[in-house]
């Protein structure tokens, strides 16, 4: 019951970083549905799922697509009989590869779900390849909801306050006859978001993971999302990260950033970043770096305490904050935290869907 717990439980945290709204009371709904159902019935788990954790026809392609990542393999199509019921023989999961398949291994939906709850929580600097590449599948998936923010540009609207000019345009149209007031109200945009990728040497297990988040960031909100890479240079690579592939996105990543794995200058390029004005006023920064150093840290904290200032919010992600017993005792780091809203891990899927909770309500 604790393993079915956990898994299920993971499974709505994955669709709530997908968009879906599987709040707490549809989650408790989900589990209390599991206990009456054959967990090994793909189907069964499959609409107990659809029928608790859904709330509108606009969740029902990010539930499938979900399910599918999650548990693996196909969204289960509804027959006319009901599907055999299958017996798991096998009750643990081991993340190698290696060792011969029985018959039914598909259909072992408890041991496939624990593997992927696994892969949510490891290091990603200790994975293997392919276990790298699932959580960058993943990670793809994500549907990162942002923060509003009100415009001062108006729109039409039927409430709000009065709109002057248009219900004077219109009475003129109609020969001096006022038909009804036209009314506006301030639109309202997504909170745009800048992030800093540390790209240096101490850097290198976690900045692809970082940058392919940064992806999915852009994808979503392509106009709301800046990208810089840190380092001992300042490389705006939003332009890049705009490719729809995540691949080929990397790739042109990798070609604009003349820095990679090199020294790190955080105080110099944050000023850099702010001096020129690159739209930290009023947005979302986050600021992803072990806190390595290599110039003046008195420096950092000059520049971070500018940047509180002008943010909205500063986040600083820093992976090896996932470790267990980790002290902020680098220079950089202890210059910077008085000035940090948030302070949060990036070692992991999990942490990666913590760090975008916080972004739709930073």
């Not at 009065?162 to 301030?186: C, K, N, V």
């Not at 995540?246 to 020294?263: F, H, K, L, N, Y």
Request: glycine share 8%; net charge positive; charged share 30%.
């Amino acid at each position: 019951m604790r393993d079915l717990t956990a898994t299920m439980t993971g499974f709505a945290r994955t669709l709530r970083a997908a968009g879906v709204a599987a709040d707490h009371e549809r989650t408790q709904n989900l589990l209390r549905a599991a206990g009456h159902l054959d967990v090994t019935d793909r189907d069964a788990v499959y609409w107990a799922g659809r029928l608790t954790l859904c709330s509108g026809p606009d969740d029902l392609p990010r539930y499938d697509r979900c399910f599918a990542a999650y548990f693996g393999g196909e969204r289960p199509r509804a027959g006319r009989t009901a599907p055999p019921v299958v017996t798991v023989t096998r009750h643990t999961v081991s993340l190698d590869a290696a060792g011969p398949r029985e018959a039914g291994d598909d259909e072992a939906l408890p041991a496939t779900a624990s593997r992927t709850e696994v892969l949510r929580q490891r290091d990603v600097a200790r994975m293997t390849p392919a276990e790298l590449a699932e959580v960058q599948r993943l990670l793809s998936i994500l549907r990162m909801r942002r923060e509003s923010r009100r415009s001062r540009r108006f729109a039409p609207a039927h409430r709000g306050r009065l709109d002057a000019r248009r219900t004077i345009r219109e009475t003129l149209r109609r020969g001096g006859e006022t038909s009804r007031l036209r009314r506006r109200r301030h639109r309202v945009r997504p909170r745009r978001v800048v992030l800093l990728v540390d790209v240096s040497g101490s850097m290198a297990p976690y900045a692809d993971t970082l940058l392919r988040f940064a992806h999915v960031l852009v994808r979503c909100e392509p106009r709301a999302t800046e990208v810089f890479s840190v380092g001992t240079r300042l490389t705006r690579v939003t332009a890049e990260l705009r490719h729809r592939d995540a691949g080929t996105a990397m790739r042109e990543v990798s070609a604009a950033i003349p820095d990679w794995s090199g020294g790190t200058r955080l105080g110099e390029e944050l000023k850099e970043f702010i001096d020129r004005g690159s739209g930290a006023r009023g947005a979302i920064v986050v600021i992803a770096s072990d806190g390595w150093e290599r110039g003046d840290p008195s420096l950092l904290g000059r520049q971070m305490a500018r940047l509180s200032r002008l943010a909205h919010r500063v986040i600083w992600v820093n992976p090896h904050k996932g470790q267990e017993g980790y002290q902020p005792l680098t220079g950089g780091m202890r210059a910077a935290l008085p000035y940090v809203g948030a302070f949060v891990a990036g070692h992991s899927l999990a942490a990666f869907e913590e760090l975008a909770e916080r972004l739709s309500h930073a």
